[in-house]
């Protein structure tokens, strides 16, 4: 039984052509005796998430329409190396094969699948050294200033005894050089008496 093949094509741009990309991965499927079951192809940057056929080709392979994805490049189908491994796991879940014509993968073959296991690999390490780099920034701020998170600029007790004064949000605002949102927070819930009239 002839295994059924979806292939997936992307440009960046509206006046770029998939034709190139088309051309070649439609002779190596026929070449390799496979069916074409459908042609998707996006005019989108390789970052946009709203791909609307790459949407369908996803939505496709869960209900397996078909057995291989086939594209020219990695980089034409995935956004990142963490997107690549998930949906590549994606597929693997489903029994659907992966080919990538320009850089040689082939996850119909044994080669190909322990190098699916090699890019996992390499996403788990990028993950765990970005976790250490986070690690590493909080540690010198709380070193450096004593504690963690965004440092308090407004001065509540200024701000009453400013309101206690009559003064309004905006002029307050100006004279302590924060915003008319940062005194409306201080302001909320607090009660102004004559305790702040005095200097």
Known sequence: MKKKVALYARVSTNDQSTQLQLNEITQYALSRGW?????????????????????????????????????????RLFRSLKDLVTTLQEFSDLGIKFVSLKDNIDMTTASGRLLTHVIAAMAEFEASLIKERVTAGVRAKIKKTGHWGRTKKRDDLKILRLKAEGYSNREVARQ??????????ALKGATITPLFCSS
């Open 35 to 75: 069916e074409i079951f459908q042609v998707y192809e996006d005019k989108a940057t390789g970052t946009h998430s709203n791909r609307r056929q790459l949407r369908s080709l996803l939505k496709d392979a869960k209900v397996r329409e078909f057995d291989v994805v086939l594209c020219w490049k990695l980089d």
């Open 176 to 185: 302590l050089n924060v915003s008319e949102a940062t005194i409306r927070r």
